[in-house]
């Protein structure tokens, strides 16, 4: 698993950094650090990823240098584990919202299909970013163009909330407001637009939840609970049955949290029930590892989380994240990537 990006909170403001840690991730759920990566040439953070060929793509974000605002980015990048090296591809060609919050700032979903990169989605800062634009990986020079597809009215945020099972991709898509229980399926024909499957039994925040699937046949997705409504912690999608499963997960001290009544704070029911954020994820050989934290920018347990999605319970690892960063990007790099 790769992890890099995120911000760091120093002396009361915020700090993107650019450091990558590689963690191994063994066949019985165990995850290890393992070392340190070349420094990605780009700060990013909220940024849209995927993996292809055993390479990470990422694309669009932003970064904080310690100001009161962030600056957006399009910049796009590609890392080689096996060579530890970084490319600079064209920058995506989206812009909009204030001059200084261009391109795709809050989580694009990022994908591949059909030998293009594909980005959809994502916050410009002042209003939302559907346009879905490709770069054919064979043709890099050529940069990016936007698609005709036609897209459902909303957004996608958080970088963590699309998959690709087979030739369809999977992604959530909501309002601006961020919370949504809507997952659409594409198959990358662009004559063909992308058409929603069933609903998720509780409405989530894009920007807290994550996406995780095992290629096959299952879709989970973990967290992005809204407070005032709770939810549990994970559902699963079975994509040969279109439906949706979810049981209550037990009661799970180091994944408590509290939800507010009024003017009251309370442990929420079954302890996993209220907003648990994820900040990272990433699946593996049948477990899924995870870092939470309790709200968007603070309350973060380093601690890695693994989820054994055939015995379906949760534990802790030794292993943690060596800064408290927020938002980084993550994702697992297996050796038959495509």
Same mark, same amino acid.
């Given at each position: 698993?790769?992890?890099? *990006?995120?911000?760091?909170?120093?002396?009361?403001?915020?700090?993107?950094?650019?450091?990558?840690?590689?963690?191994?991730?063994?066949?019985?759920?165990?995850?290890?650090?393992?070392?340190?990566?070349?420094?990605?040439?780009?700060?990013?953070?909220?940024?849209?990823?995927?993996?292809? &060929? *055993?390479?990470?793509?990422?694309?669009?974000?932003?970064?904080?240098? *310690?100001?009161?605002?962030?600056?957006?980015?399009?910049?796009?990048?590609?890392?080689?584990?096996?060579?530890?090296?970084?490319?600079?591809?064209?920058?995506?060609?989206?812009?909009?919202?204030?001059?200084?919050?261009?391109?795709?700032?809050?989580?694009?979903?990022?994908?591949?299909?059909?030998?293009?990169?594909?980005?959809?989605?994502?916050?410009? *800062?002042?209003?939302?970013?559907?346009?879905?634009?490709?770069?054919?990986?064979?043709?890099?020079?050529?940069?990016?163009?936007?698609?005709?597809?036609?897209?459902?009215?909303?957004?996608?945020?958080?970088?963590?909330?699309?998959?690709?099972?087979?030739?369809?991709?999977?992604?959530?898509? #909501?309002?601006?407001?961020?919370?949504?229980?809507?997952?659409?399926?594409?198959?990358?024909?662009?004559?063909?637009?992308?058409?929603?499957?069933?609903?998720?039994?509780?409405?989530?925040?894009?920007?807290?939840?994550?996406?995780?699937?095992?290629?096959?046949?299952?879709?989970?997705?973990?967290?992005?609970?809204?407070?005032?409504?709770?939810?549990?912690?994970?559902?699963?999608?079975?994509?040969?049955?279109?439906?949706?499963?979810?049981?209550?997960?037990?009661?799970?001290?180091?994944?408590?949290?509290? $939800?507010?009544?009024?003017? &009251?704070?309370?442990?929420?029911?079954?302890?996993?029930?209220?907003?648990?954020?994820?900040?990272?994820?990433?699946?593996?050989? #049948?477990?899924?590892?995870?870092?939470?934290?309790?709200?968007?920018?603070? #309350?973060?347990?380093?601690?890695?989380? $693994?989820?054994?999605?055939?015995?379906?319970?949760?534990?802790?690892?030794?292993?943690?994240?060596?800064?408290?960063?927020?938002?980084? $990007?993550?994702?697992?790099?297996?050796?038959?990537?495509?």
């Amino acid at each position: 698993m790769v992890v890099t *990006g995120g911000f760091y909170w120093e002396n009361g403001r915020r700090y993107s950094r650019n450091t990558v840690d590689i963690f191994r991730l063994s066949p019985v759920g165990r995850i290890t650090k393992s070392h340190t990566g070349t420094p990605s040439p780009v700060k990013w953070t909220k940024a849209g990823r995927t993996v292809r &060929r *055993g390479q990470l793509y990422i694309s669009g974000g932003q970064t904080w240098d *310690g100001g009161f605002n962030y600056d957006g980015l399009s910049n796009v990048g590609r890392y080689n584990i096996k060579d530890n090296m970084w490319e600079i591809l064209p920058n995506s060609s989206f812009r909009g919202g204030y001059p200084e919050h261009y391109g795709r700032t809050w989580g694009p979903a990022l994908f591949t299909m059909n030998n293009k990169l594909y980005e959809v989605g994502g916050d410009d *800062g002042f209003d939302t970013a559907t346009p879905l634009e490709a770069m054919d990986l064979d043709n890099i020079a050529q940069g990016w163009t936007k698609q005709t597809t036609s897209l459902p009215g909303g957004n996608t945020l958080g970088g963590n909330n699309v998959v690709t099972v087979g030739s369809k991709v999977y992604v959530t898509i #909501g309002p601006k407001s961020q919370a949504t229980n809507k997952v659409y399926s594409w198959d990358g024909n662009e004559g063909n637009s992308l058409k929603p499957i069933a609903n998720m039994h509780y409405t989530r925040n894009m920007l807290g939840l994550c996406m995780a699937t095992d290629g096959i046949d299952n879709i989970w997705v973990i967290g992005g609970c809204v407070p005032s409504t709770g939810c549990d912690l994970m559902e699963q999608y079975k994509i040969s049955t279109n439906e949706w499963l979810y049981e209550r997960v037990p009661d799970q001290p180091h994944l408590s949290f509290w $939800v507010q009544e009024g003017r &009251r704070w309370k442990p929420a029911l079954h302890g996993i029930l209220a907003r648990p954020i994820v900040q990272l994820c990433g699946f593996s050989q #049948g477990f899924i590892y995870a870092v939470f934290s309790d709200s968007w920018q603070s #309350g973060l347990d380093k601690r890695f989380h $693994v989820y054994d999605t055939r015995r379906k319970t949760w534990s802790i690892s030794d292993t943690e994240l060596d800064e408290e960063v927020y938002f980084p $990007v993550s994702a697992v790099i297996e050796s038959s990537s495509d």
